[in-house]
């Protein structure tokens, strides 16, 4: 009885929602394009990790000479330079996501907070322009502001302070990529926790305020929350691409032999070894050991974030 009600009820979905998409078969045909982009750029390209197991040197057979297992996998796993890019990946990635994600979030609930509308307007506008600037741009502007001659050690030295050789030491590479980062994300990483918060029940903060609560205890009683959904879907999204989080065309534009020690992350090893060195298969060895863990990653996490805030992206 039991499985016959579930079929039927499963029966009564499917014939809703067909007709639901015959209802608004026009405004579903705006999703040909986005599948059609997933489709061929994200599925079809996944086909060439084969040559992660194979050996591939370039030519007309795409998928290699011949089958070699994992021995490309064993090759990266004894190679230091792997494991240094490796944990270059972890502690550049980590160290962004714990300054980046706080501070949007802060940001976002101090915008939330400014009660004039030009000045919020205004204040939002000016925090997004970061966002807009070429990468090339950024990087140049880091390198002037950052070199001996620039303002920063101009400044320095008018205290009577040493210069910072900020681009050659490799102490502070962590400090430039993470700081520029920041400075180019944080306004535009408010626009999410902002629209959730448009959503809240304004009744809510009317029953706290009545209650005596503050602005700060509604912020942290209401606010917070209300958007918890939206952060934990964020922290999972972001905790999944640990390891391809990085900026590599940044970091390719900031670092130079001096920082290589603590810039060289995977995806320019990658880039070093595939497309430069030629090594074709080692590279697609390590992209898809890369990708494995971030689905581990965000598999992990995606759980732990159902059992304890029941919230989840599946």
């Not at 950052?146 to 962590?174: H, R, V, Y």
Request: net charge positive.
């Amino acid at each position: 009885m039991a499985k016959t009600k579930a079929k039927k009820e499963k029966l009564k979905h499917d014939e809703s929602l067909l007709r639901h998409v015959k209802k608004n078969w026009k405004i579903y045909t705006f999703l040909i394009l986005p599948i059609l982009y997933y489709v061929i750029f994200k599925y079809i390209p996944m086909l060439g990790n084969i040559i992660a197991f194979r050996r591939y040197k370039g030519g007309p057979n795409i998928f290699g000479e011949r089958w070699v297992g994992f021995r490309y996998f064993e090759q990266f796993l004894t190679d230091s330079n792997f494991w240094q890019a490796f944990r270059n990946t972890l502690r550049l990635s980590i160290g962004y996501l714990l300054v980046r994600f706080p501070a949007t979030l802060i940001f976002a609930l101090l915008i939330n907070e400014i009660r004039t509308k030009w000045w919020k307007k205004l204040v939002q506008t000016i925090s997004y322009l970061p966002h807009f600037i070429s990468l090339v741009v950024v990087c140049g502007m880091v390198k002037e502001l950052l070199s001996s001659t620039g303002p920063i050690n101009t400044l320095l030295a008018s205290l009577g302070l040493d210069k910072i050789a900020f681009m050659s030491e490799p102490a502070w590479f962590d400090t430039v990529y993470i700081g520029s980062g920041i400075w180019q994300a944080l306004g535009w990483g408010t626009i999410l926790y902002l629209t959730a918060m448009t959503n809240i029940d304004p009744g809510l903060y009317e029953a706290a305020e009545m209650d005596g609560a503050n602005r700060f205890q509604q912020t942290i009683h209401v606010t917070i929350p209300g958007i918890l959904p939206t952060i934990m879907t964020l922290l999972i999204m972001d905790i999944g691409n640990i390891l391809g989080s990085n900026n590599m065309q940044k970091i390719l534009l900031l670092y130079n032999p001096l920082t290589q020690s603590r810039a060289d992350i995977i995806d320019t090893l990658v880039y070093r070894m595939g497309i430069s060195g030629g090594n074709f298969s080692y590279a697609s060895a390590v992209g898809l050991f890369s990708a494995v863990i971030g689905l581990i990653l965000v598999t992990s996490a995606n759980y732990l974030s159902k059992k304890f805030t029941e919230t989840s992206l599946w």
